[in-house]
């Protein structure tokens, strides 16, 4: 396999619910390593995305992973093969430790052989002391700062090659954000992909390589995220004026 092919690349990508097509003609790609972000508007269709990118909803068109095309690939093997999805509803399971949600995340590799579990667990912990503080609490009685590093935690514990990312600072404090945006900063420097969903521009735009604008299913605008960062155009929709002036 060739090392210098993205590791993730979509071309022409069609998806939606039923007969309402959502993404018309999606092309994006990220390289090893390196954090896209989507941004948009409610409603533009950057959750679909990543659902069609896990395999959660069908779609048309082409999703290269590693090379290698994922036509006809489940979810389960999408998982096995690397790649993991944080969802906005984070889909913790409240009435078990934080311990146990994050053993979960590592089932699949468990299932497989793999004996490094308790190794991966204190990696996250690392990442996110507080996890460690409250390893034996009740998943359901985190705060939601708690339960975004919780999701997290336990979608890194399948120890992803690609991670996919909804809205993760969604309803978070603003000392809380920084600290989930500091995270993803620290993930890129292991090698993980990230693509990077969020309605907060201007977090995202900070910390990753590229970006797209999200628009009605389409690519509005694309390019570095640190151009995109001082587009006029996007400047005026999603970050106001004190980002011109910044």
Known sequence: MQTDLP??????????YGRAEVLHGINLRAARGQVITVIGPNGAGKSTLLNALMGVLPSRGQIAYQGRSLHGVALEERVMQGMALVPETRAL???????DNLELGAYRRARAGHKDTRTTMESVFTLFPRLKERRTQLAGTLSGGERQMLALGRALMSQPALLLLDEPSLGL???????????????????????LVEQNARAALEVADLGYVLEMGEIALEGAARDLAVDTRVIDTYLGAARAKA
Request: aromatic share 4%; no cysteine.
């Open 173 to 195: 404090a603003p000392v809380i954000v920084r600290e989930i945006f500091r995270a993803i900063e620290g993930l890129r420097a292991t090698g993980v992909t990230i693509v």
């Open 7 to 16: 590791l993730l690349e979509v071309t022409d990508l069609h998806a939606g």
């Open 93 to 99: 399971f409240g009435t078990m430790t934080v311990a």
